[in-house]
């Protein structure tokens, strides 16, 4: 069966994507910071693994990426990440707040990814995507504030941009994904889909992807997401 890795599998979007593609009779790579909850665990079909891994940890990502020596991986979801919290004006911004988002957001996927490259290059399918956002958008984007959100999501579409072409020889699909906007904690539970809903439509970006879309930011409605 096909296999696939989801960071920040615990909870709101990645529990979701464990949940569908468990379903779906994929061996499933359950990567977290904070143990799944036994009902969801439950829930979940038989081939899950959980595997601990912390965004903020470098060694947690080198401790993961060894114990999967030599196993190839279809597809990775790279979705781990954390919002801005409370609204800051621009002089209230500090390196203290900014640092972890960054870290979490931005230079954590890229690292997990490029010790993940070998498990890629061995699957079938070599999907790498990652959990981007609409606040991403230069041009599409008009809400005010999100600093330090939407620079690590710009800088997190721009990495997927750039390893589509360093990528590209072996046959790597890049995809930033746009879940839209989602009920789970991140937005306080009020958002315009559920988990079910963004992740039936991710997965089936992921499920089409060909090497023409990599390097898009694509959003669950199957559409491109103007930079
Ligand atoms: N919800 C939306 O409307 C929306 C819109 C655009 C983009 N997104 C993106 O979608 C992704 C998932 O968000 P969500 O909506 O599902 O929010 P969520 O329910 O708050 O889930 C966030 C997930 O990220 C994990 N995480 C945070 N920091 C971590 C770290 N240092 N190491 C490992 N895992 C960490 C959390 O694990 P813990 O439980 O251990 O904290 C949790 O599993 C994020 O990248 C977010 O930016 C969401």
Known sequence: MPSVLITGANRGIGLEFA????????????ASRTPLAAKDF??????????????????????LANRLKGRPLDVVILNAGIGSGPELAP??????HWEPIMLTNTF???HLAALLEPNLK????????????????????KVPGQFAYRASKAALNQMWRSLSVDWKD???????L??????????????DLTPEESVRGMRSVIDSATPEMSGLHWGYDGKVVPW
């Open 19 to 30: 949940k569908q593609y468990s379903a779906a009779g994929w061996q499933v790579i359950a």
């Open 42 to 63: 439950a829930l979940l079909g038989y081939d899950v693994t959980e595997m601990r891994y912390d965004a903020m940890d470098d060694k947690s990502a080198a401790a």
């Open 91 to 96: 002089e209230a911004i500090t390196p203290e």
């Open 108 to 110: 954590a996927p890229l």
């Open 122 to 141: 061995l699957g079938e399918r070599k999907v790498l995507a990652t959990v981007s956002s609409l606040a991403a958008s230069m041009s599409q984007y």
């Open 170 to 176: 072996w046959g790597c699909i890049c995809l930033p």
């Open 178 to 191: 746009r879940p839209g906007k989602v009920s789970t904690r991140m937005t306080n539970f009020d958002g």
